[in-house]
């Protein structure tokens, strides 16, 4: 497996963008891989849609997915320069701002649209602080040590989801911003429940606890895709860094989140089963 993503990651990038076209003809009439929680998920996103809309959805977004496959497993040998040229930030005054110069911690929130990896990449090599990425551990250990190298490339130290609040506090005073892929399922019980893309769901509540405890500003980073290969950041301010009405922050991200979907739905990861936890029961007194 090694030997094959080494050479999948040297390939031109025409040769590359040409396996992704022949990966998403398997996946997509062959082994329909996932096709229909990718209709559901559209089909509840977007009902106001007409079938063919969801339809032309459906298509771009398996393109999308395998392009964003290779473009990930090139990732681990491009250049900085190359994700200098391939990753736009709009606004990074708003970043400058918000850190202070880069002198203070910022958390970063995305979700899994565009090329989120990509956009770590470009991130430490035009920002003059570390980008340190939280993880949610894979099952599978060779992919596990995979994309941990890959994202520590340039410097970026990635936290592991259930150890990064003691990562984050024993480093509070390190410069250094820190970016979570905060649209990942939640925890059935204990989880920030609210619609999102008309169903409900849950968020893990670690970001609202961490700008909390550091008091910190908090800023949405959107991706979006311009052309194949290219992408354009633009950073969304979510808090200020004072005190917010409990579960204020996780409900304007998810706002922000379904927002920037709909911009651009087809570079979104509808292949995720996002939605198949259900929420809790509520018990309900004096009823018989």
Same mark, same amino acid.
């Given at each position: 497996m090694k030997l094959l993503l080494s050479i999948l990651a040297a390939l031109p990038e025409r040769v590359a963008y040409f396996v992704a076209d022949v990966l998403y003809l398997?996946?997509?009439?062959? =082994?329909?891989?996932?096709?229909?929680?990718?209709?559901?998920n559209l089909l509840h996103a977007f009902p106001e849609k007409t079938d063919e809309e969801r339809d032309a959805i459906e298509k771009a977004s398996y393109k999308h997915l395998l392009s964003?496959?290779?473009?990930?497993?090139r990732s681990t040998k491009m250049s900085e320069e190359e994700f200098?040229?391939?990753?736009? =930030?709009?606004?990074?005054?708003l970043m400058e701002t918000a850190t202070e110069g880069y002198e203070k911690q910022v958390i970063i929130l995305l979700i899994h649209q565009g090329n989120w990896e990509w956009m770590l990449h470009g991130a430490m090599a035009q920002m003059p602080v570390s980008v340190d990425?939280?993880?949610?551990?894979?099952?599978?250990?060779?992919w596990q040590e995979y994309m941990l190298s890959a994202r520590s490339r340039f410097g970026a130290s990635p936290m592991a989801l259930d150890q990064v609040g003691r990562e984050v506090l024993r480093g509070r005073k390190k410069k250094r911003l820190i970016v979570m892929l905060a649209d990942q399922?939640?925890?059935?019980?204990?989880? =920030?429940?609210?619609?999102?893309?008309?169903r409900p769901a849950s968020f893990y509540r670690g970001a609202e606890k961490l700008a909390q405890a550091l008091k910190v500003r908090v800023l949405f980073a959107q991706c979006r895709r311009v052309e194949l290969g290219r992408y354009e950041v633009e950073f969304h301010e979510l808090n200020d860094g004072s005190p917010m009405e409990e579960e204020r922050l996780l409900e304007n991200y998810v706002r922000f989140a379904e927002r920037v979907i709909a911009q651009q739905p087809e570079t979104?990861?509808?292949?995720?089963?996002?939605?198949? *936890?259900?929420?809790? *029961?509520v018990e309900t007194e004096g009823v018989s």
């Open positions: 398997l996946a997509f009439y062959l =082994f329909r891989y996932r096709r229909a929680t990718v209709r559901e964003l496959l290779m473009e990930i497993i200098n040229d391939r990753v736009r =930030f709009s606004n990074l005054d990425p939280v993880y949610k551990k894979l099952h599978n250990e060779f399922a939640g925890p059935r019980d204990g989880g =920030f429940w609210t619609d999102f893309l008309n979104y990861l509808w292949t995720n089963r996002r939605w198949k *936890k259900k929420p809790p *029961k």
